[in-house]
């Protein structure tokens, strides 16, 4: 059977074992919801700012005068570094003690610019930053995890261009699940998923942007309606492994997918990015690909946002826009010159 991506259909996402129906016919449907208004560009300094150089944090610290990537243990963790409280193993009502340690990274001291519009260097600097804090922060825990949460549509608490990284005594359940699904792909093909995942996509329509390094792609199998994931071309499995030259490729290729994000509406868009790497457990970790998910939220204009409720909350996934629609709209936006320059 020949599939008609124009009718509805479900694809199959493999590093999850989960389904996303697609029904590409409702793109046309009116809409009376809810319209946000887009967030403003920032100033460069924001004297209420509790991220910006110099500017006191709620807990009554000062932030030193920072000139690049500004690292501090967050003041509000979701996380304690000694946990409390004793197991359950009660099998409705089990439960188990979590710890870990918070942070927060600054990318810049410059309050107004996120990462699509930073230097090359800049970004570098921040992927270095994100390297030498997993590497410390894995030494002592299972998983960490470095995400940014950007814009006020995705629940950023503050508009300074910032990052965290919690690092778990666990692995938390996605990249559990990535794991089990990455090590059950390599024991039955015999090579890493995502590795085939970025060969074959490497040429097709879903392309946003790519590098001798580094391809970012709207995958098959999206479930937000601009969602990326962002894959290494060659073998590694977690951050600190990046040679020198694969950094500034990385840092590059940011660049140009942030960029075109933004420029795609004429907005600073808003999204949930993290990476995912092989956690810091015993055994093998061949069968994991280091990666980046991007997930923005908004649908068809900077101010109409894809809501994941109701059938998506109850049952799987929906998305009216086809991936290969999403990648080419992306692919159409400038990915040299930010609108706001």
Sequence with gaps: MTLDPARPHRRYNPLTGGWVQVSPQRMGRP??????????????YDPACYLCPGNARVGGEANPPYEGVYVFANDF?????????????????????????????????DHGRSLPRLAPPQIRAVIDTWADQTAELGARFAHVQVFENKGAMMGCSNPHPHGQV??????????????????????EHGRPLLLEVAEREAEGERVVAINDDWLAVVPFWAAWPFETLLL???????????????RDSLAAILKALATRYDNLFRTSF????????????????????????????????????????????LAEPQRDLTPERAAQMLRSADALVHYAD
Excluded: N
């Design 31 to 44: 809409w009376q919801g809810e319209v946000s208004a887009p967030d403003p560009l920032p100033p460069a």
């Design 77 to 109: 963790a979701a996380l304690a570094d000694a946990p409390g409280g004793a197991a359950s193993d009660d099998p409705l009502l089990r439960a188990e003690a979590s710890g870990g340690v918070c942070r927060v990274i600054c990318f810049s001291p």
């Design 166 to 187: 919690w690092a778990t005594a666990h692995v938390p359940q996605e990249p559990a699940q990535e794991d089990a699904m990455q090590r059950a792909w390599l024991a």
């Design 232 to 246: 290494p071309r060659f073998p590694v499995a977690r951050m600190p492994d990046l040679a020198p030259g694969q």
């Design 270 to 313: 808003p999204y949930s990015m993290g990476w995912h790497g092989a956690p810091f457990v015993e055994g093998p970790s061949d069968h994991w690909q280091l990666h980046a998910h991007f997930y923005p939220p908004l649908l068809r204009s900077a101010s109409v946002r894809k809501f994941m409720v109701g059938y998506e909350m």
